[in-house]
């Protein structure tokens, strides 16, 4: 037993080694010192101000990994996920327009906004889950037509029934006024709240799969469908679930950009959190709690990374290649470790 | 066995790969931030720009004016382009104006329209840093939403004269009497500059004695500055469609080339088309020979005045919106838009609109009544000229243009 871990671990730090080696090989491509790099990208981060951004982007990135470790779990490739968090933010941003003008607790209509952010979420899962189960449409092509179309969505709405006065453009919706914005740690851009909403949602998911029947029965469906079926497990009323609690997370996700970060609804809502957070789920590998770190190492490469440019003249891309990369090496280590151990 | 070692060979290969990818590599060739030999620390300022440095459009244009600053008084600069949340996913331009201050910047440029609210965000939460909004109107005191920030300025061209020239050279050019205007994303400032160039445009063509509802001139929106695909229209589908149905001339108002780029395919396929382009003096350069001339902004003057005052301490929160040197509209130090000819303007036509220039310097406004809106209101009486708000905040398209004037 301790003989695996150690294995393990020995592996995947190879593979850690072997992705940042590859990525310095690209960064000596274009004439830059990758030693420079990566102390200028970690070293930005160095401030109290760093680290709340950083802490800005975990959030809504945990977030949506919570919510696909419950579709992993399932053996559900729930690339839909962006399209969730956007949807997400329609209905936060809907609630937030239908009751900003009333009598109603600021607070209150906060609360609810979020509420309504995770039921869209939720409901823009069941579609997915509804095209997967009763259509027959792999969730992977499903989700991935439902995230053109939410985004289309977003897009016809901030250009139509709720552009800016006078005004179409990218940049979004009118902002909501300040009271509508969840509050935010003194001179920070982090909303406390924000962290809550976070950390709630990996620990639920975290007993969710290791300490409910559910849990365990939602992984005997991902693991093999026919013999859970067999076991009477209600199998496709499982993946539905699971579907319906991913959105609602990935909706959390969404409503958090709207009432913690942008404060009103941008084409690019999203910001890839959904996309970020499949490979931050592949990378833990089931492991909720594992989560917690990864994601914020990611967070952490994509606001690191702006120093690139500003820095280096380098395209702030490079996080990206080097999240990649990450996930190709331990991914890869996995499989050569399991070949390469002899089993007991 | 033998698969074992062969992989076992393989990861040694890799592993020495990686070692020496994390050796010392030669000194790149970037510059240390922030650090300078000078015995004197220079001034540092910051520039958010919202589209590639190297446009050859509108972030082009702010860039070369940091340059020019940089030069004139040894300021050093430094900058993010790319500012918008389809490039820069998850971030807020005041997030990464402090990325900018963090380098060690005392004022930042926050150069779009677009990055407006974010700017007076910044400026609110760092009183310290002085804040320059290029295009904006929030420190003016006729602007509806009008607000005191006294470590704010805004900082505009008056691009209307830029496009009146641009668009008389279009009318004087065209030989279908079909002008398009590609149109960005739909505001006030949009709004105004279309219809500048339509007055121009309008001017020049009755001047020629013809009957101004024998000009069209149309007006599509992108719905931003630059193509975005998959979120904005696509700006070179815009331009062909024009060329593809009777119109000879396009007028870029976005911050990029595809009008010139567009038009410079049509012509090398022998029709006669010409195309204007926008914001940044070297756009011709794309396609000149079917290029009339540009219209740009020269942020160099305000620029420079605006920094040599926050870094002798100096800086007052002013609203700015100053017109060109019209006794040379090309003069870098002097004026703030300009017009370049291009060369796909005939001599003849060359002479026109130095004639057209010269009456504007001579006090010709084409913003006198009587002036219509798109809707058929009276916008302007017979003879009333046009005050600053009413040309800044300009509610709709004139008549005369086809167009959406508002987001439907």
């Known amino acids: 037993m301790k003989h695996t871990t150690l294995n393990r671990i020995g592996f995947q730090l190879f593979a850690l080694l072997l992705a940042f080696g590859i990525a310095s090989l690209v960064l000596l491509a274009v004439g830059a010192s990758p030693v420079q790099i990566y102390k200028d990208m970690f070293g930005s981060l160095g401030t109290k101000g760093k680290i709340a951004d950083v802490l800005v982007s975990w959030a809504p990135l945990l977030l949506a990994t919570a919510g696909l470790l419950i579709t992993f779990a399932a053996g559900l490739w729930n690339i839909g996920v962006e399209g969730q968090i956007t949807f997400g933010a329609i209905g936060t941003t809907l609630v937030l327009r239908l009751l900003q003008n009333s009598a109603m607790n600021a607070g209150l209509i906060i609360a609810l906004s979020i509420f309504a952010g995770m039921l869209a979420g939720a409901l823009w899962a069941a579609l997915a889950g509804a095209l997967k189960t009763f259509g027959g449409v792999n969730e992977i092509f499903g989700g991935l037509g439902l995230n053109f179309v939410a985004t289309a969505l977003t897009i016809y709405l901030v250009f139509g029934p709720w552009k800016r006065p006078g005004t179409g453009s990218m940049s979004g919706t009118q902002p909501f006024p300040e009271q509508f914005n969840l509050p935010l740690f003194e001179g920070l851009r982090l909303s406390p709240w924000a962290l809550v909403v976070a950390v709630v949602g990996i620990v639920f998911v975290y007993f969710l799969l290791q300490g409910t029947y559910f849990g365990l029965r939602l992984k005997a469906v991902g693991k093999n469908f026919r013999a859970a079926y067999l076991l009477g497990i209600p199998t496709w009323q499982y993946m539905m679930f699971s579907f319906l609690l991913c959105g609602a997370l990935s909706g959390a996700a969404g409503a958090l950009q709207v009432t913690a970060v942008y404060h009103r609804l941008i084409p690019s809502i999203s910001s890839g959190y959904g996309y970020l957070g499949l490979m931050v789920a592949m990378l833990v590998n089931y492991q909720a709690i594992a989560a917690i770190p990864v994601a914020f190492f990611f967070a952490a490469l994509n606001i690191g990374s702006i120093q690139l440019p500003i820095v280096h003249k380098l395209d702030s891309s490079f996080s990206g290649v080097l999240q990649g990369l990450l996930v190709l090496f331990i991914l890869l280590a996995e499989g050569a470790r399991q070949r390469l151990t002899p089993k007991a | ?408």
């Not at chain 2, 204007?276 to 079917?290: H, L, M, N, Q």
């Open chain 2, 1 to 408: 066995m033998r698969t074992i070692v062969t992989r076992f060979a393989f990861l040694a290969l890799a592993l020495m790969l990686v070692i020496s990818a994390c050796s010392p590599a030669a000194p790149a060739a970037t510059e240390p931030p922030a650090v300078s030999t000078a015995p004197a620390e220079p001034y540092v300022f910051g520039l958010l720009m919202v589209g590639p440095y190297n446009d050859h459009g509108y972030s082009q244009a702010h860039y070369e004016a940091g340059k020019y600053v940089e030069e004139k008084i040894g300021a050093k600069m430094v900058y993010i382009d790319k500012v918008n949340t389809a490039d820069r996913p998850g971030t807020t331009p005041d997030q990464l104006a402090g990325d900018l201050v963090a380098q060690g910047a005392k004022l930042v440029i926050f150069s779009s329209d677009d990055m407006k609210d974010a700017a007076t965000a910044f400026a609110k939460a760092n009183p310290n840093i002085y804040v320059i909004m290029g295009s904006g109107d929030q420190v003016w005191k006729e602007a509806p939403n009008y607000e005191a920030i006294p470590n704010l300025s805004d900082i505009m061209g008056r691009m209307e004269y830029g496009k009146m020239i641009a668009g008389c050279a279009a009318a004087l050019t065209t030989q279908t009497g079909q002008i398009g205007y590609l149109g960005p994303l739909i505001n006030d400032e949009t709004r105004r500059l279309a219809a500048s160039a339509y007055l121009g445009a309008k001017h020049c063509w009755v001047a020629e004695g013809k009957n101004p509802a024998d000009l069209k001139f149309k007006v599509t929106w992108v719905g931003f500055w630059f193509n975005i695909p998959g979120f904005t229209a696509d700006p070179t589908q815009i331009v062909d469609d024009f060329f593809n149905s009777g119109y000879d001339v396009v007028m870029s108002g976005i911050d990029t080339t595809e009008a010139m780029v567009e038009a410079g395919k049509f012509a090398a396929e022998g029709k006669s088309v010409w195309a204007v382009p926008y914001d940044y003096e070297g756009a011709c350069e794309v396609s000149p020979k079917i290029c009339l001339g540009v219209p740009y902004f020269n942020w160099k003057p305000m620029y420079l005045e605006a920094i040599t005052a926050a870094s002798q301490g100096t800086f007052t929160s002013s609203f700015q919106w100053r017109g060109p040197d019209w006794s040379d509209l090309n003069n870098p130090d002097t004026t703030s838009v300009g017009f370049l000819k291009g060369e796909g303007l005939s001599a003849e036509n060359s002479t026109k609109i130095d004639a057209f220039i010269a009456d504007l310097a001579g006090g010709l406004n084409l913003w006198t009544g009587p002036i219509k809106l798109q809707d058929g209101s009276v916008y302007l009486a017979d003879g009333v000229v046009a005050t600053d708000p009413q040309v800044w905040f300009l509610p709709q398209l004139l008549e005369g243009m086809e167009g959406q004037s508002a987001a439907e």
